[in-house]
């Protein structure tokens, strides 16, 4: 059954994307915004969210910092198995849904005057599993769709009107609103290998939520990406970075400016004069790094002498049994706060603090 996107009167069908595993926290991030539930699937490296905003709230989407890309929906196929089941594209990427869909993303884009003229447009299929039916053969029929009806338009990657399919049996067709520079906040993605994505930095600081005053630590701040996602997160807190590299700080000071304070020191030393509130940090894991148990031992023993009596850790790093013997060797209490897919590894967010 092909059905043309729907949601409560007044309300546009949206989906978005973050990295597997961040749904909840995603869905979350979303609450303020939305009056519908949001339905999330797993498609392969991604959690799929599909959820309705008022139209109104459309361009506050933007203000969103844990998803990667945010679309508007054309429709949906309740399956695709064979051929035959594309006949039915025609009702869903039809001329007045697509027009629709360009003045959406002309209302995301916040642009009141002088919209941006469509030309080119290409379709990308995302799916959760390999099919017997090609994923080529559904992005040349829309392809196919688009170009029938705007004979203008151009076919071409990359283009400035994108069509995701997410394929998971059902398939939801929808219109792309962000572009690559969302993801990065509009600013070029840091030239240093381990770099976090600041997606997956906002979802660390949601779980950390820095309050007013509070002092917010990164001893392994490499080029800064926590703290500037804490920074926009709660500016009314007080952001410290420190690392070993002076690559890295110099990196850091180029993003950060003023924000935030730098310097060059080393995590199993001593971190701050004055006990802080909260330790955020993206360990060292990946093929980057050698990491041991000593080493994160001696870390977790480390960043426990420096918080206050009340403090917490929110921390990433997919070495789980050595992270967890640490904490447990340390007699800090944690718990798993997500597990996420980082460049085709599983990774934990763990929140800990120290036992009263
Ligand atoms: C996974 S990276 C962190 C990347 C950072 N979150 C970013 O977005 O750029 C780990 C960082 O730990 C730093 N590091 C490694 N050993 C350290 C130590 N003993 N003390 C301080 N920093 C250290 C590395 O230089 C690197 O920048």
């Known amino acids: ?96 849904a697509v027009l629709a869909a360009v003045q959406a993303k002309n ?19 995302k799916q959760d599993k390999d099919r017997n039916l090609r994923r080529s053969e559904v992005s040349s029929k829309v392809e196919m769709l688009v170009a029938q009806q705007f004979p203008r338009w151009r076919c071409h990657d990359p283009a400035q009107l994108e069509i995701w399919v997410f394929w998971s049996g059902p398939a939801t067709f929808a219109v792309r609103l962000t572009d690559e520079a969302f993801k990065y906040r509009g600013m070029k993605p840091p030239q240093r290998e381990a770099a976090l994505r600041p997606t997956l930095a906002a979802a660390m600081v949601a779980v950390a939520n820095p309050r007013e005053d509070e002092i917010v630590l990164d001893p392994m701040c490499g080029t800064g990406t926590l703290l500037l996602e804490g920074l926009a997160f709660n500016a009314r807190a007080k952001f410290i970075g420190s690392d070993v590299s002076h690559d890295a700080i110099a990196l850091a000071e180029s993003r950060l400016g003023d924000q935030a304070t730098l310097r060059i020191a080393d995590a199993l030393e001593s971190l701050h004069d004055d006990p802080v509130d909260c330790i955020l940090c993206n360990l060292p894991w990946g093929h980057q790094y050698s990491v041991s148990e000593s080493l994160y031992r001696d870390l977790i023993g480390n960043f426990k002498r420096t918080l206050q009596p009340s403090g917490r850790m929110v921390l990433l790093t997919d070495q789980a049994q050595m992270l967890e013997s640490a904490f447990t060797d340390s007699g800090v209490e944690w718990s798993r706060e997500a597990r996420v897919l980082v460049r085709g590894k599983w990774a934990n967010i763990y929140k800990a603090h120290l036992r009263d």
């Open 107 to 125: 209302r995301f884009d916040d642009r009141r005057s002088g919209s941006r003229k469509t030309t080119t447009f290409a379709c990308f299929v």
């Open 1 to 96: 059954m092909a059905r043309r996107a729907h949601t409560r009167p007044g309300h546009s069908p949206i989906s978005a994307v973050c990295f597997a595993g961040l749904g909840d926290l995603a869905a979350r991030e979303l609450t303020p915004l939305i009056e519908t539930e949001v339905k999330r699937t797993r498609i392969r490296n991604y959690d799929h969210l599909s959820f309705g905003v008022r139209a109104e709230n459309l361009p506050r989407l933007r203000e969103l910092r844990i998803v990667e890309d945010v679309l508007i929906d054309l429709g949906r196929l309740s399956k695709i198995e064979r051929s035959a089941d594309l006949a039915r594209l025609g009702a869903i990427v039809s001329k007045d």
